[in-house]
């Protein structure tokens, strides 16, 4: 979802974002793949993965010294199977001159474990070295992309999948599901009331899901300011009541027991929104929310780290690292904010939309970085927008799966994470009908 301040329809492409291989891109996701099979070797020549193996073999002996290891090399780059070959038999032949053996695990005094992953502009390799209980060794090295090779990966390890929920006329701003005694419900938000559905047992949702949730309370949204044309909204379970939620200039707070009652309040301020959480922990960062507008301010409270403001953006997403947290913003320019809590470096070489949303998973890292694609990126198909993950392992995005699509014309209008952070909610809106449909966005593990 892309929106500007000039033109506010969701998912269009954030401008300026344009990636070195625009070209390649369009031709979508098949053309791609052929790319990377067929096109991709002639360029990467043995020599060239044989001198970078060699590279990174001299960087792990310095890390391991001599002894007997447990290799394990896995490839989650575009490169094919004949070209990893070459990469390992390298890499093994190396690590053998400067006294590293690869052996068995029941052998081995240590493991080592590289991973061949890429970038938007380079081939990337990492290391992680582990003897006994010491602290892990990284080392890393990297290697030129093709002008002409594909941005994704083609064997990738990671799954999307998007189940639907929920579907009404009335424009959807977000929803929870929640397990409630009873049997599960259904909370959704839109720019008038907060409802709870009942899910009806076994009851097939067909072509219309709103049948396998049965209405149960309703309880509208009072608020004296007039919401921008494209609001937005979001829900946050909560511990100690339901939920709460937010909206432009407007916070809103459920009771705890039935029957639902909510309770709203204007902000203080007519400028700005009080901070909306951006994560569903207690502690987290909290952005300031243009009331008049579909954006947030820039102002953060707290701050990351030392870092208490950023350009304006749209959509954040919290990616965890070992001492500090990752921060990706979607900024209103276009651009993508990587913020540690002591620098912000920029991105604009990424074709994203504006929707971004972590997500915790027992694959790659542990959270992968869900962002909203327009439809010519992938499909060539401009009206069906989609989602893909990525991770970022050495601050440049990394595709880890390949796009999730929905069926028809369809506009991401919304991407948010579940309060719990093991799943997104991705609110589309249909172009031949202009209802609104709630997905839940869920990772399992490739092969």
């Known amino acids: 979802m892309a929106r500007s301040r000039s033109s506010t329809r969701y998912n269009q492409r954030i401008p300026h974002m344009q990636a070195r291989t625009s070209s390649g891109l ?4 098949l053309t791609s793949f052929l790319l990377a099979t067929v096109v991709l070797p002639s360029f990467l020549c043995a020599s060239n993965l044989g001198d970078t193996a060699r590279q ?49 695990a029941e052998q081995a005094m240590g493991t080592i474990e590289v991973v061949l992953s890429e970038s938007l502009r380079e081939y990337v390799w990492t290391a992680e070295i582990v003897i006994g209980s010491d602290e892990k060794k990284v080392a890393m090295v990297s290697l030129a992309r093709s002008p002409t090779g594909t941005p994704f990966a083609a064997a990738m390890p990671i799954a999307l999948k998007a189940t639907l929920l929920f579907a009404q006329e009335q424009p959807i701003l977000d929803v929870s599901l929640v397990e409630m005694p009873g049997g599960s419900r259904l909370i959704v938000l839109d720019d008038g009331k907060v409802a ?18 049965e209405f149960e309370a309703s309880s509208p949204i009072a608020h ?3 919401f921008p044309r494209d609001v937005r909204g979001r829900l946050l379970l909560r511990r100690d009541h339901l939920f709460d939620a937010y909206l432009p200039g407007t916070f809103c707070r459920s009771n705890s027991s039935a029957p639902l009652l909510i309770v709203c309040n204007d902000t203080d301020d007519l400028t700005y929104d009080d901070p909306w959480p951006l994560t569903s922990d207690d502690g987290s960062v909290r952005a300031f ?36 947290t990752l921060w990706v913003l979607a900024a209103v320019d276009g651009s993508l904010h990587l913020v540690d809590g002591m620098t912000d470096q920029v991105i604009r070489s990424a074709k994203w939309g504006s929707d971004l949303a972590a997500v915790h998973s027992a694959c790659g890292t542990g959270t992968q970085l869900l962002a909203s694609e327009s439809g010519s990126l992938t499909s060539g198909n401009s009206e069906r927008d989609s989602l893909r993950a990525f991770e ?13 699509e929905f069926d028809g014309r369809v506009v991401i209008v919304a991407l948010w994470p579940e309060s719990s952070g093991n799943g997104a909610t991705a609110i589309v809106r249909r172009k031949e009908t202009g209802w609104y449909e709630a997905y839940r966005v869920s990772i399992s593990c490739g092969n």
Do not use: M
């Open 392 to 404: 970022i392992p050495d601050r440049d995005p990394v595709a880890a799966s390949s796009a999730v």
């Open 56 to 104: 990174l073999a001299h960087k792990i002996a310095a890390a391991a010294g001599p002894g007997a290891f447990a290799l394990d090399v896995t490839n989650r780059s575009s490169l094919d199977d004949k070209s990893v070959r070459e990469v390992r038999s390298a890499l093994e032949a190396q690590l053998h001159v400067e006294g590293v053996h690869a052996t068995k």
């Open 26 to 29: 369009r031709l979508g996701w």
């Open 196 to 213: 709870i559905y009942r899910h009806q047992g076994a009851t097939p949702a067909g072509p219309n899901p709103a049948r396998a949730w």
């Open 224 to 226: 004296s300011r007039t």
């Open 289 to 324: 929310y243009a009331a008049s507008r579909n954006f947030f301010t820039g102002a953060l409270s707290p701050g990351i780290g030392k870092v208490s403001n950023v350009p304006s953006f749209y959509s954040a997403a919290a990616l965890p690292r070992s001492s500090y």
